[in-house]
Nanobody
């Protein structure tokens, strides 16, 4: 089983910055993509940013140039540096990690898709 621990959310004024982090632990064989999603009240969950094992990145158009995603493979950790925050960035941010779990020498690795519990980001105007 894979567990995710998120941290770094909070309340910030517009134009401010926050950094989110998410650490994955458990019986991990390998991690492919790591990403951040967000969900605002009354809206669907949306992709914010994603980074692959090869460090290729994707960003939502609304955050390009303001947010930067990065990962430390050795620590199974992903970060989201958020700059020039806007009130419309207010949402519950979720970490997502996809990869393969280590089930021991007698079983092949099994794909997993894990989600964090969410961390609130609130941007005041």
């Amino acid at each position: 089983q894979v567990q995710l621990v998120e941290s770094g959310g909070g309340l910030v004024r517009a134009e401010g910055s926050l950094t989110l982090s998410c650490a994955a632990s458990g019986n991990i064989f390998t991690i492919n993509a790591m990403g951040w999603y967000r969900q605002a009240p009354g809206k669907q969950r949306e992709l914010v940013a994603r980074v692959t094992s090869g460090h290729s990145t994707d960003y939502a158009d609304s955050v390009k140039g303001r947010f930067t995603i990065s990962r430390l493979n050795a620590q199974n950790t992903v970060y989201l540096q958020m700059n020039t925050l806007k009130p419309e960035d207010t949402a519950l941010y979720y970490c997502n990690v996809m990869g393969y779990s280590d089930n021991g020498p007698a079983s092949p690795p099994r794909m997993f898709d894990a989600w964090g519990q969410g961390t609130q980001v609130t941007v005041s105007s």
